[in-house]
Each structure stands twice: as structure tokens, then as C-alpha cells.
Nanobody, 116 residues
Framework: QVRLVESGGGLVQPGGSLRLSCAAS????????MGWYRQAPGKQRELVAG???????NYAESAKGRFTISRDNGKSTLYLQMNNLKPEDTAVYYC??????????WGQGTQVTVSS
């Protein structure tokens, strides 16, 4: 089972940028489809961006053109580059690893706050 630890969150002004990282350990990252999700207070957790084992990506409409998901299997790390951040991007951001068989694995989350 893979262990996931997110980092890189923080407080940023509208229009600013952040780069989130998700470090994986305990298994080989290349075996998993990966995704970034977020959950704002009072709202359901939602997909932000996903990347398959072969590198195919997909994005929520709200993330298209502003966010970029990438992975470095050699470093066992998943990334989310977030540009032109908006107050509505404020949430706890989680990474998820989905194996070919078995249960999904989640990290503990990292807080992103966009405010002036």
C-alpha cells in the first residue's frame, strides 16, 4: 500500500501561484493512476485533475488553463502547478493513488487559501 504526503499549500493572493507536491512511499508510483482532489468547507470533495499511469491527463473545467498536473515516477512524486489562483480555489487539496486492483489511497491533505 502506498503512503502519500502532500505539501506546498499555503496562503496566496488572488492571481498568485502555488505548486503542490505529493510524495509517495511504500510502493512504486508508476503502478498507480493519480489525482488531485479538493474539498472546501461545506462542500463535497471534487476532482481537480488526474493523470494516468501512462501520462494521460484530465482536468475539471474550473482547473483548465490554470492548473497543470504532472508526475515524476523516478522521484515518486505527483505535482499540481496552480496559476492565476482565485478565492474559490480555497480548499484542502488531497492526492489520491488508484491501483489497478484494490482500494484507493489518500494523503492527509494540504490547505490552500487564496485571499487578499
Amino acid at each position: 500500500q502506498v503512503r502519500l504526503v502532500e505539501s506546498g499549500g499555503g496562503l496566496v493572493q488572488p492571481g498568485g501561484s502555488l505548486r503542490l507536491s505529493c510524495a509517495a512511499s511504500g510502493s512504486i508510483l508508476s503502478l498507480y493512476d493519480m489525482g488531485w482532489y479538493r474539498q472546501a468547507p461545506g462542500k463535497q470533495r471534487e476532482l481537480v485533475a488526474g493523470i494516468t499511469r501512462v501520462g494521460r491527463t484530465n482536468y475539471a473545467e474550473s482547473a483548465k488553463g490554470r492548473f497543470t498536473i504532472s508526475r515524476d515516477n523516478g522521484k515518486s512524486t505527483l505535482y499540481l502547478q496552480m496559476n492565476n489562483l482565485k478565492p474559490e480555489d480555497t480548499a484542502v487539496y488531497y492526492c489520491k493513488a488508484r491501483p489497478a486492483m484494490g482500494n484507493d489511497n489518500w494523503g492527509q491533505g494540504t490547505q490552500v487559501t487564496v485571499s487578499s
